[in-house]
């Protein structure tokens, strides 16, 4: 196949870009325009071309994009050009701004100016500056041409990049990303109008009440201590920080408490429209969501914006301003969310994926026959918590063995986990926590025993040396390269050194980015395993989403769960199809005992 490499120059001034408007909103707008496009095949020369719509797809229509590995950088933005502006879909997708997230994480960055000096392979250009605010008949033919060689070498500069990134990288993670852009450029769901409308009547009124309830609303949000009161009342317990003074643990409800802001998408509208009044937020998350929601329905089907390898473990993540990892389970939005006719919607969720990763990793086999029987770990957990026979097990009981093999596995204190279980409405003792915490360790012991592990292979990286991690050949401690997974990419943790916090105390930390500001992120041995742990469970569902996607649509995934659509006729032999594919367990751990569970809907929310 031919290897077109192509790049997209568009209208923009300062009201109507991407810097103030979603990708989606942008190339679907009328006031979009196309000024150039510039196309390389293979390694010969660029092409630089700008005429009207109807003469751009004619000219772009000499090229054969079916048969065609395409290659962009954002390739979101072109691809999406390309098919809904002209109507072309390439037989393969590349993004090199995805492989290189997933090659370098926060080290580089992901801009081409910054990736082609990084690789030594030439200067971008700025003339792009010049064209603010210029429709295409406003350009002079000199200008025209500089935009056309401004075009010309970021497609030459994409091409080269390909080359320097394509090397080693993972075919299976190239047809991921080939995947996750189609997700976006060529959707299929739709959106029901009307539900949308419902909802967002709803969500606004019920703000309106609770905040009418709240006597003196002012004083009341701004108290820190009604506030966090009135949180309670939501069966939320309000985050707490460490104050480096006095060494006590004040109510951490700030905007620059990034746990309190995370509340804004909590799944409870009532916490959103509470954190948000106090932040000063106009509006809350569900609102605004379901606004645009609204708006992309007027517009045309829904596009699933997901960011490939958004965190060093591979997971995927939200973009484009719709976070479509975030929709609460139980969120009219999902309901909204519709297959196309003729179809039904699938989606399953890979069950216990990290805990069953994490055991079997560690060669906890007592635990990892436990899953492959099918037995209910969480009764077991709690048969031992309480001493006594599975059979005589409470559900609330079960409950608390069921959040501590979920929530015990990395490391976690007695302190996090009576805050984590008092979220859930269950108030235990710090001294019972801590026995909890005891038994969960005593009863597992390798997986304590996995934590020292991944502690001294931090050390190793420190230091630039290999150390063992976890079941013999699965992975490899390479040095400052990080840790190497099955696929062939790595969990790296970027400047890793000694930090003293402060209270004093010494601490490993690593670099991660925060916009342009460079953050240390404390890294212990528990951290690491759940970041292993995700990052083994994202690989296996990453290779069942590829073998589902050879006979059915895939339109979404969200963390351990993949949705596809499938006609009417193919329901229950396609549900049967999904759950083997979910099923499947990868070829670098074939004893890792894997299970699903599965809906079927024609809304998302249905299944």
């Not at 742990?533 to 979404?556: D, F, N, P, S, T």
Request: hydrophobic fraction near 40%; charge should be neutral; proline fraction near 4%.
């Amino acid at each position: 196949m031919n290897i077109l490499t192509i790049d997209f120059e568009t209208f923009y001034d300062r009201d109507f870009s991407l810097s103030k408007m979603t990708t989606e909103e942008y190339i679907r707008s009328k006031q979009f325009e196309v000024i150039g496009v510039a196309v390389k095949v293979n390694d010969g020369p660029t092409e630089w071309f700008s005429g009207t719509k109807e003469q751009t797809k004619f000219w772009l229509g000499k090229y054969n994009w079916a048969q065609s590995v395409a290659v962009a950088h954002n390739a979101m933005f072109d691809m999406a050009i390309l098919n809904w502006r002209f109507g072309y879909k390439p037989k393969k997708i590349v993004d090199t701004l995805s492989m290189a997230r997933a090659i370098h994480g926060t080290e580089v960055g992901g801009s081409l100016a910054v990736l082609a000096q990084h690789y030594q392979l030439g200067q971008k250009g700025t003339e792009v500056i010049n064209a603010l605010g210029k429709r295409r008949i406003d350009f002079s033919d000199e200008d025209l041409s500089n935009y056309g060689s401004y075009c010309v070498n970021d497609v030459d500069l994409t091409y080269n990049l390909f080359g320097c990134l394509a090397g080693d990288f993972p075919v299976s993670e190239l047809n991921l990303i080939d995947l996750t852009i189609r997700m976006f450029t060529e959707p299929v769901l739709e959106l029901d109008k009307n539900t949308l409308i419902r909802h967002l009547t709803e969500v606004q009124d019920a703000k309106a009440r609770l905040m009418d309830g709240i006597d003196e609303n002012r004083d009341v949000l701004m108290s820190t201590p009604q506030f966090a009161e009135l949180l309670r009342r939501q069966n939320v317990e309000p985050p707490v920080k460490i104050s480096p003074a006095t060494g006590k643990e004040p109510y951490a409800v700030s905007k620059t408490d990034e746990e309190f802001k995370a509340l804004l998408e909590h799944e409870n509208e009532a916490v959103q429209a509470l954190v948000a009044a106090r932040l000063g937020v106009k509006s809350t998350i569900e609102e605004t969501r379901t606004e645009r929601f609204i708006s992309i329905a007027d517009r045309g089907s829904l596009p699933i914006p997901l960011r490939y390898y958004a965190a060093h473990t591979g997971r995927w993540g939200g973009d484009d301003k719709v976070n479509m990892q975030n929709l609460p389970r139980s969120s009219p939005l999902k309901k909204a969310i519709i297959a196309p006719k003729g179809h039904m919607v699938i989606d399953s969720d890979s069950s216990q994926i990290e805990a069953r990763t994490l055991a079997w990793l560690a060669e906890q086999n007592d635990l990892v026959e436990a899953f492959e029987r099918g037995e209910d770990v969480y009764k077991i957990m709690a048969s031992a918590i309480y001493g006594k026979p599975e059979d005589q097990i409470t559900k609330d009981e079960r409950f608390v063995g069921k959040t501590t093999i979920l929530g015990a596995g990395y490391g976690m204190g007695a302190i996090k986990f009576k805050t984590q279980l008092k979220t859930f409405g269950v108030d235990l003792s710090e001294d019972e926590c801590k026995r909890i915490i005891s038994v969960y360790r005593e009863t597992y012991p390798r997986i304590p025993q996995l934590w020292r592990e991944a502690s001294s292979a931090l050390l190793a990286i420190a230091n630039e040396q290999t150390a063992p991690l976890g079941r013999a050949g699965v992975l490899s401690v390479e040095g400052a390269k990080g840790i190497r997974l099955p696929n062939g990419l790595y969990i790296k943790y970027p400047n890793l050194r000694r930090w003293v916090n402060d209270q004093g105390k010494e601490e490993l930390v690593y670099d991660t980015k925060k916009g342009k500001a460079v953050i240390p992120n404390r890294i212990y041995g528990g951290k690491v395993i759940e970041n292993v742990c995700q990052a083994l469970a994202r690989i296996a569902i990453g290779e069942q989403m590829l073998m589902i996607a050879k006979k059915y649509k895939v339109v979404m995934t969200v963390h351990d769960a993949v949705a596809c659509i499938v006609p009417d006729s193919e329901t229950e032999t396609g549900r049967e199809f999904v759950e083997m594919c979910m099923r499947i367990r990868p070829k670098w751990a074939s004893d890792l005992p894997l299970n699903c569970e599965s809906g079927v809907g024609r809304s998302y929310g249905d299944c």
